[in-house]
Every structure is written in C-alpha cells, then in structure tokens.
C-alpha cells in the first residue's frame, strides 16, 4: 500500500503563490506516475497537472498551464506543485494521486490508485 500526505496548503492573496507538497510512502513511489487534482465546492474534481515516473513527461490541465509547475524528488518520496499567479478561482482542495500503470490516460481521476486526504487552497482578494 501507499500512503499520500499533501502539506502547503493554506490562504494566499490573489497573485502570490503556494507550494504544496505530496509525501509518499512506500519504495515503489518512484516507478509512479503521479497527478494533483483539485475539486472546488460544488464543482467536479478537475485535473491540474501530473508527471511521469522519472520527471521526463508533465500534463497540465488547461486552466493552469503556464502558472503552475509539477516536479518530483524520487530521493524524497515527494511530488510538488508550485502555484504562481494564484486567481480566486483556484480556490479548491487539492489532492495528489498515484498511478500504477504509466502514464495512462493521467488526466482522468479514475485512472489513479492511490489518493491523499486533499489540502485546502484558498485565494482572496
């Protein structure tokens, strides 16, 4: 089993920016292809960006490309996602997730099989 910790959330004013962090445990973290996903109220779960399992190959969703960044640090067991140029509408929960098969279809959350608990992001005005 692997277990997926998010941390780095919080509230942040329009225009500044976060990092979260997804911790993983487990020795098989660095043959994953890992995703973030992020779910505002009252809205469906929405793709935001994943990376293969050595960094080579990332994805953004739409909404976020171009201000958000994934990385990974398979010496850490540790996915990022450093935010830039936060808008009020990225306001949502934002979980990490892990994904056994490569790089399958990585921006559909029912191809993933490991998820964290979800971390607050709220942006304000």
């Known amino acids: 089993q692997v277990q997926l910790v998010e941390s780095g959330g919080g509230l942040v004013q329009a225009g500044g920016s976060l990092r979260l962090s997804c911790a993983a445990s487990g020795r098989t973290f660095s043959s994953y292809t890992m995703g973030w996903f992020r779910q505002a109220p009252g809205k469906e779960r929405e793709f935001v960006a994943a990376?293969?399992?050595?960094?080579?190959?990332?994805y953004y969703g739409r909404s976020v490309k171009g201000r958000f960044t994934i990385s990974r640090d398979n010496a850490k067991n540790t996915v990022f996602l450093q935010m830039n140029s936060l808008k009020l509408e990225d306001t949502a929960v934002y979980s990490c997730?892990?994904?056994?098969?490569?790089?399958?279809?990585?921006?559909?959350?029912?191809?993933?099989?490991?998820w964290g608990q979800g971390i607050q992001v709220t942006v304000s005005s």
């Open positions: 990376i293969n399992w050595n960094g080579g190959s990332t």
């Open positions: 997730a892990g994904q056994t098969i490569t790089w399958s279809i990585v921006s559909d959350s029912r191809h993933y099989d490991y």
